[in-house]
């Protein structure tokens, strides 16, 4: 089979090497990327259960960088990064940078988080689940600023890496992500046997491909809705997506594999707990990502338009103050941080916000439209904005530019539970988020892709 696939590749290049251009019609890339992985042990993200600091390191993290500019001059920027997530400020604070560096507008630029539960505590993101010393706080501080230091550093080595480029887009399909709340762990693998899995669930694996204009394979950007929670132990590791990229870059050569999350907020790998399961999983993902080079890619061609609102989504009804003070009595940890947090809030500014700034990103390449959603957003979005936005080629990526909180869909949100509401302690936000939360992205969404056409 995979032979069959190595021809199948070569025959493809062969025919990218052959298409040409007229002046006007030339895209350009450039890409580059640099090692992320912390230089000293320190706090990890993504399980409070965690109690102190990392031991050791399976492989490295990383950030990427991929510049796209289209034959009119107008250029892009997206960054992978190999984390849990990042806040809005730590965003904020590296795209001024890279857009006052490069000449950017907010909308050109997009930061994208694996989501993997292996990786550093950055800035404030999940802050309320962990139990700091002022040393750990240190590293935190100094980890986050190398981190904001190292993406302007590659951003401007993607910059100086422009070259005429031909890009691709096509799809592939891995099938081990289930969803998490209709299926128990301890089940999955009998009801995935008798073809009994239930719940929505996105399989797709969308791919862009970047290549030189005689057809050698640059770079190769994939995505996939699916928690990266195979690991949970004390070394640093970009769990499945950091084994599909560095698979698909032992494949190709001279390649940078780099990752989108999809909406995978609901849905986990399983089964899971092993490095050989997470080493698995990568290679079901380059699998994948070699069918879909193997299949119909066709060209961007034509022009990059971007857009990028922030929406003040609303919460449900606040606490208010007598509240948060009981909550200080509570027996959970996290209750009483979280209620400490906003209690400090509350008496800084004089209320609790009763919204929150979200991102919402769009940008069109031709005929592809990429969708970048903030904070960690349920399958359901991917699954309506790929049916409800126009043109056949959507994108549907989560856990860009700041991942402040679960992002429910209404049904996700009216049953409750862990997505729905009990997550937002552990981001220290003060409550679920209001009943038509998921009317106002989706009509943002639908809004920024009529301003793109």
């Known amino acids: 089979m995979r032979i069959l696939v190595a021809i199948l590749l070569s025959v ?32 990890m993200s993504g399980y409070a259960s965690r109690d102190k600091p990392s031991e050791g390191k399976i492989h490295d993290l990383w950030a990427k960088a991929l510049v796209l500019q289209d034959p009119h001059g107008h250029k892009a920027l997206l960054v992978t990064l190999d984390l849990v ?32 539960h292996s990786g550093p505590v950055v800035g404030r993101n999940l802050i309320s689940m962990y139990s700091l010393d002022e040393n750990n706080h240190r590293l935190i501080t100094e980890y986050t600023e190398f981190l904001n230091d190292s993406v302007v550093r590659i951003a401007a080595e993607a910059f100086a890496n422009l070259a005429p480029a031909v890009i691709q887009y096509g799809s592939g399909q891995a099938t081990f992500a289930v969803n998490r709340r209709t ?13 009994h899995l239930v719940g929505p669930v996105d399989h797709d694996v969308p791919l862009l491909a970047v290549r030189s204009p005689e057809g050698q394979l640059r770079t190769i950007l994939f995505g996939y809705a699916c928690h990266a929670t195979v690991l949970s132990g004390m070394d640093w590791c970009g769990d499945w997506p950091g084994f599909a990229q560095l698979e698909i870059e032992r494949r190709h050569p001279d390649t940078i594999a780099m990752f989108m999350a999809g909406c995978g907020a609901d849905q986990n790998p399983l089964p899971r707990r092993t490095v050989e399961l997470a080493t698995d999983y990568g290679n079901q993902i380059a699998d994948s990502v070699d069918r879909g080079l193997a299949g119909p890619m066709p060209l961007v061609k034509g022009s990059l338009r971007t857009a990028y609102r922030e929406i003040d989504l609303a919460f449900d009804a606040l606490p208010s103050q007598e509240k948060l003070a009981a909550d200080l009595r509570s027996d959970d940890v996290y209750v009483v941080r979280r209620a400490s947090q906003l209690l400090a809030q ?17 940008w069109r390449l031709g005929d592809l439209q ?25 994108w549907v990526g989560g856990y860009c530019n700041d991942v402040m909180a679960y992002i429910p869909s209404a049904r996700v949100l009216t049953e409750g539970g862990y997505e729905g509401e009990s997550a937002m302690i552990y981001y220290g936000l003060p409550t679920k988020w209001s009943n038509d939360v998921e009317e106002h992205i989706v009509k943002t969404a639908k809004e920024l892709a009529e301003e793109i056409q």
């Open 12 to 43: 493809c290049a062969l025919h990218c090497s052959c298409v040409t251009f007229a002046s006007d019609e030339i895209w350009q890339a450039g890409v580059a990327k640099t090692v992320i992985t912390p230089q000293s042990s320190m706090w």
């Open 85 to 116: 997530g990042i806040d809005r400020m730590t965003s904020q604070a590296i795209c001024e940078r890279l857009a006052q560096n490069h000449g950017l507008q907010r909308s050109d630029i997009t930061l994208s988080t694996s989501h993997t």
């Open 183 to 195: 299926n128990r762990e301890a089940d999955v693998p009998m009801l995935r046997a008798a073809g």
């Open 346 to 362: 509350l008496s800084h500014d004089g209320q609790l916000s009763p919204t929150y700034p979200y991102p919402v990103q769009m």
């Open 370 to 394: 990429i969708t970048a959603l903030g904070g960690e957003v349920v399958v359901d979005y991917a699954l309506r904005l790929k049916a409800e936005l126009p043109g056949s080629a959507n």
